[in-house]
């Protein structure tokens, strides 16, 4: 069902020591191991970089020793793009290195939004990424941001071009998974990640997912999400 040459994971931990994900080499290739047994081919490396915890320059300095690493230790069978979950802060849009901070051969940057409940500060700082510093933003895993004082926000995002991520567990959790799906059937997301940590508490799910997304809206959904997949990472 998931199988294909550009089917891509853009939202994953899986870098030895980077972060709160993979905290050694053989976590990483379990994690990289089972993506590709899952189907996907491509995998966008995106640890958390936190302006207030490190500069630009240092996080891309470990962000390639950790990719190095891991590249020494698998098989070559899935492509690792460097990328980053990036955390929203105050005066992100003049950052030098932000298009650094893309996912590796596109013009990406996975965003992690503020959980308190935004304000127009925020949407207008992620407007100026997109417009005046000509990056395509990705809100990073939508499904938590669901409250009802976003919603006009996101509304408005989805208007400006702004393109949303959603977490695979979203579509298996009861509480979450009408909504999500509803989303998905509207064309309000336009990928699903895996987000993943770990082998344990936090592992791929994306078979999962998708078996529920075909189950619920039929192969329609899953080709829309294909699509948007091989319009970004095929080669």
Known sequence: MIS??????????ILPGMDDG??????SI????????QGITTVAATPHFYADRENPRQF????????????ECTDGNVTVLP????????GISQTEKLPELTIGGTNLLLLEMPFDNWNPSVINEVYSIQRDRKLNVVIAHIDRYLSKKNIDYIEDMLCFGILFQCNASAFLERKQRKEVLNMLKNREIHFIASDCHNMTVRPPRLCEAYKVIEDRLGHEAIKWLCENEKSIFGR
């Open 60 to 71: 891309l300095e470990r962000r390639q020793n950790a990719i190095a690493l891991l590249k």
């Open 22 to 27: 993979s905290a050694s080499v053989d976590e």
């Open 4 to 13: 294909g040459k550009w089917f891509a994971d853009m939202h994953t931990h």
């Open 30 to 37: 379990a994690l990289v191991s089972e993506l590709s047994r």
């Open 83 to 90: 990328g980053a979950e990036v955390c929203y802060y105050q």
